[in-house]
T-cell receptor, first 117, second 114 residues
């Protein structure tokens, strides 16, 4: 059983299209995250949700919109895709983002490799 | 979050111990020291964390300097599977606005030779 799963694993699309990436965790965690890893391999937080509520929204274009239908899912919708959106997107979850100890250990999904042509 | 400094890369031989250093001279008293690693083409993976005392788990050991300005991740017997980028990250114990996000630096790329 995969703890944090993402679909699709690979996504190739044209500029201007709208696409979604799905994330699900079966760990019963309260907090979920989206990270972006660019071509230089830097990992950067994009969004964080705690119990379906947005708690972090770093400086990302508003073309990116996270949606959390329930606390086990955090989907990422991207409008009007641009070449610079090409990256690997990682979803993660943790039990509690505020405790500072074991509860905030983050578990990452396998990543979605997005290529915009 | 406080900044950490790690070497860009390190090499090790298989079945030998590896000591991965991390400097965090601006660490505050409430910062936990976390280590994650990222194997090729995979998501980051939690390794270990600690606050003041040395820590051991099945993956690694974490040695924390007495002044907490540096720490060392110890892999007791490196295997080929340990080849990865290792990230040292500081996290606040009680959050104000940081809300749990991990701030990844460049990390140390560990190569393991057979």
């Amino acid at each position: 059983d995969t703890a944090v799963s993402q679909t699709p694993k690979y996504l190739v699309t044209q500029m201007g299209n709208d696409k979604s990436i799905k994330c699900e965790q079966n760990l019963g965690h309260d907090t979920m995250y989206w990270y972006k890893q660019d071509s230089k391999k830097f990992l950067k937080i994009m969004f964080s949700y705690n119990n379906k509520e947005l708690i972090i929204n770093e400086t990302v274009p508003n073309r990116f919109s996270p949606k959390s239908p329930d606390k086990a899912h955090l989907n990422l919708h991207i409008n009007s895709l641009e070449l610079g959106d090409s990256a690997v997107y990682f979803c993660a979850s943790s039990q509690d983002s505020r405790a500072g100890g074991n509860e905030e250990t983050q578990y990452f999904g396998p990543g979605t490799r997005l290529l915009v042509l | 979050d406080a900044k950490t400094t790690q070497p860009n890369s390190m090499e090790s031989n298989e079945e030998e111990p590896v000591h991965l250093p991390c400097n965090h001279s601006t660490i505050s008293g409430t910062d936990y020291i976390h280590w994650y690693r990222q194997l090729p083409s995979q998501g980051p993976e939690y390794v270990i964390h600690g606050l003041t005392s040395n820590v051991n788990n099945r993956m690694a050991s974490l040695a924390i300097a007495e002044d907490r300005k540096s720490s060392t991740l110890i892999l007791h017997r490196a295997t080929l599977r340990d080849a990865a980028v290792y990230y040292c990250i500081l996290r606040l114990m009680n959050y104000g606005g940081s809300q749990g996000n991990l701030i990844f630096g460049k990390g140390t790329k560990l190569s393991v030779k057979p």
